[in-house]
């Protein structure tokens, strides 16, 4: 009998004990909802979009493998500016080109800061310059800018320091004697040189072992980053934080990237002497000292491994893979490719090193670099900004902290813009044989977010963006900051 008693004791606990969990599960789920609900409603005159499935959003109205496509119906539909929801992200795109002029110039201030993903936020803790936003960001922006311009006039000029690269970069090439060869790492240690001879002083052979494996990590940090293992982690962290995959190689490379860093750094200390600043490095080290109380500035370790590491892989990425697009199209038109040669040989001929002043007198040559950067499309969805303060653009509420993603690709791929959207073709930039600018181009972004520098003589160039509309705008830059 107690036996039995105890039995049904039990039996009730447990019934109870289901009850309890099924009540608590119930109550969990419908929070969940709630706050999913709550999260998902948006102010009056938000973008509109597609309509979104609870936690995840439109993630799976979207099919990986072609969701461009998606995107461009969603576009049709809706309109230029959208909503999409990725699980915990929710960003709004822009595709056309007056928006994106009228957001990114205009309104510029209010479109300024970087919204902050779990993945980055991981790595570089918005610090930096590329990653990061508010004080942080114009500290470091002013301090590249200004140390660029700097060690660009110096010694060498980045020109000379260009010209001195491209013959080494040519004699490599020669050493191949013709034979077939994969020139990717050459091209991105001649290139990455460029910006590696500011920030770390020196220049590195393109045998140098311990070098090459450096541009290795970085290649292998930005293959990486397209996973889908990566988006996943951007929109549930807390969960694929936990598990094996492609995310946590990425995560240990980039730890890797800024040990390296770090390494450098060091070695830097080392033989440091404030009264002359060798690099970039240097300078940050003499900032670095100004201010003993490091809660009131952004100059500190962090910011030095994070702002070289962006200079980095901005100065080394972007020049190098556009270069490796410039290759495949010039192997894919052999005409194109003659015609080029035989500007380059009638105004630059054999003895002289190529230089900006003779880019204006190149009008074919300069046609077909745009061409490759408009087909290359090296930074699709530009790199995304967040909304600084409460803003309207073309009649829609977007309010402060919403992620916006610009599409470059719809301009650079716009039927309307271009005669042959989809193939190669440099007669885009052509007019009656000159070299004519056209609006829809702007793979460098614009407004004050891609980072341009003042190089030669008092005549704003740029590292970044070469264009003459980023150029004019160089000018006011430095007073506004
Ligand atoms: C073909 C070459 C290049 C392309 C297509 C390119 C493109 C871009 C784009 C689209 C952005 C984002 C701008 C925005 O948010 O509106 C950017 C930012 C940036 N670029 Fe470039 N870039 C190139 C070369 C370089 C070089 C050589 C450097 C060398 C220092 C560099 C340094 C940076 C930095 C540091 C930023 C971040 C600035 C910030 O967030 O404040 N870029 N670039
Ligand atoms: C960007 O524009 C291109 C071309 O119209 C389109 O195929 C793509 O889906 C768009 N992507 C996004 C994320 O809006």
Redo the contacts with the bound molecule.
């Keep these: 009998m107690p036996a039995m008693l105890v039995a049904a004791g039990s039996l009730a606990a447990a019934f109870w004990a289901a009850l309890h969990l099924r009540t608590l599960l119930l109550a969990a789920v419908t929070f969940l909802f709630l706050a999913d609900y709550l999260k998902s409603r948006r102010p009056k005159n938000y973008p509109p979009g597609p309509p979104r499935l609870p936690f995840v959003g439109n993630l799976f109205q979207m099919d990986f493998r072609q969701s461009h496509l998606a995107v461009q119906q969603f576009v049709k539909k809706y309109g230029n500016v959208i909503r999409l929801d990725f699980g915990i992200m929710s960003s709004v795109i822009i595709s056309s080109l007056p928006l994106i002029k009228e957001a ?1 110039s205009h309104l510029d201030e209010n479109f300024i800061n ?1 919204p902050i993903f779990p993945l980055q936020s991981h790595i570089f803790n918005e610090n930096g ?4 936003s508010g004080q942080t ?1 114009k500290e470091q ?1 002013r301090f ?1 800018l200004m140390t ?1 311009r700097n060690f660009g006039l110096g010694k060498k000029s980045l020109e000379q320091r260009i010209q001195e690269e491209a013959h080494y970069l040519v004699e490599a090439i020669g050493e191949e004697k013709g034979q077939p060869f994969d020139p990717h790492f050459k091209i991105n240690n001649a ?1 990455s040189n ?2 590696c001879s500011i920030t770390f002083g020196e220049r590195f052979e393109y045998h140098d072992g311990q070098f090459q494996e450096l541009l290795k990590l970085l290649d292998k940090a930005m293959y990486l980053g397209t996973s889908i293992m990566i988006h996943l982690y951007n929109i549930f962290p807390w969960i694929i934080k936990h598990l094996p995959g492609q995310h946590q190689t990425l995560l240990a490379t980039w730890r890797k990237l800024k040990s390296y860093i770090a390494d450098i750094v060091d070695n830097h200390r080392k033989d440091w002497n404030p009264d002359e600043p060798r690099d970039f490095i240097d300078a940050f080290l003499t900032e670095m000292a100004k201010y003993p109380d490091k809660t009131t500035t952004s100059f500190n370790e962090e910011n030095l491994i994070c702002s070289t590491l ?2 980095f892989l ?3 990425e ?2 190098s ?2 270069l490796r697009w410039a290759l495949l199209y010039m192997a894919l038109y052999p005409e194109v490719q003659a015609k080029v040669q035989a500007e380059i040989d009638r105004v630059i001929g054999q003895e002289k090193h190529p230089s900006l002043a003779d880019r204006d007198s190149m009008p074919y040559t300069n046609a077909v670099i745009h061409e490759i ?1 408009r087909m290359g499309n ?2 699709p969805l ?4 967040e909304v600084a303060v409460d803003t309207t653009l073309a009649g829609f509420h977007l309010p402060k902290g919403t992620t916006v993603i ?1 599409n ?1 690709t719809a301009l650079h791929m716009d039927p309307k813009e271009w005669a042959t959207p989809d193939t190669f073709n440099p007669e885009h930039f052509l007019e009656n044989g000159q070299f004519k600018k056209r609006e829809s181009f ?10 341009r ?1 003042e190089i030669v003589e008092g005549k704003l160039s740029s ?3 070469v264009r003459g509309q980023h150029l004019l705008r160089g000018q006011n830059d430095q007073s506004r900051h």
């Design positions: 990114f970087r310059l590329i990653f990061s960001w922006r590249a660029l290139v460029i910006i962006d200079l901005a100065g080394t972007t020049t893979t556009t950067q090296i930074v530009n790199v995304p900004r610009t470059l702007l793979p460098f972004s614009m407004g004050w977010r891609p980072l520098a590292l970044c963006c």
